[in-house]
């Protein structure tokens, strides 16, 4: 399995960005996917997941309300939309998989397989 992040860049506080995870090499409504994020010298920290079928997202708290996340099978994708972005969500976003689904929201180590990372810079 591989995963391609993209869509990151530099924007000013309040505009929206949408990051794109492509999933190549598994079928793809096998996997769940989710979102995390790590800012300089901080730890690696979840930011939103969506379940196989789609049907269930979970966040955390931090971006309730201004993020979401969807899938289009037909192009084995999962985005993240981000609006109204804060200087706080500077970070690189990074894309994984879970193939094996045993818990949910899945810890960060249940996650088996992990994108490049994007970087997202929010200027205020």
């Known amino acids: 399995v591989q995963l391609q992040a993209c869509g990151g860049g530099l924007v000013q506080a309040g505009a929206s960005l949408r990051l794109s995870c492509v999933v190549s090499?598994?079928?793809?409504?096998?996997?769940?996917v989710g979102w995390f994020r790590q800012a300089p010298g901080k730890e690696r920290e979840f930011v939103a997941v969506?379940?196989?079928?789609?049907?269930?997202?979970y966040f955390t708290d931090s971006v309730k309300g201004r993020f979401t996340i969807s899938g289009d099978n037909a192009k084995n994708t999962v985005y993240l939309q981000m609006n109204s972005l804060k200087a706080e969500d500077t970070a690189v976003y990074y894309c994984?998989?879970?193939?094996?689904?045993?818990?949910?929201?899945?810890?960060?180590?249940?996650?088996?397989?992990w994108g490049q990372g994007s970087l997202v810079t929010v200027s205020s």
């Open positions: 994984a998989a879970d193939r094996v689904y045993s818990s949910w929201p899945p810890h960060i180590t249940d996650y088996d397989y």
């Open positions: 969506i379940s196989r079928s789609g049907t269930s997202t």
């Open positions: 090499g598994r079928a793809f409504s096998r996997l769940l």
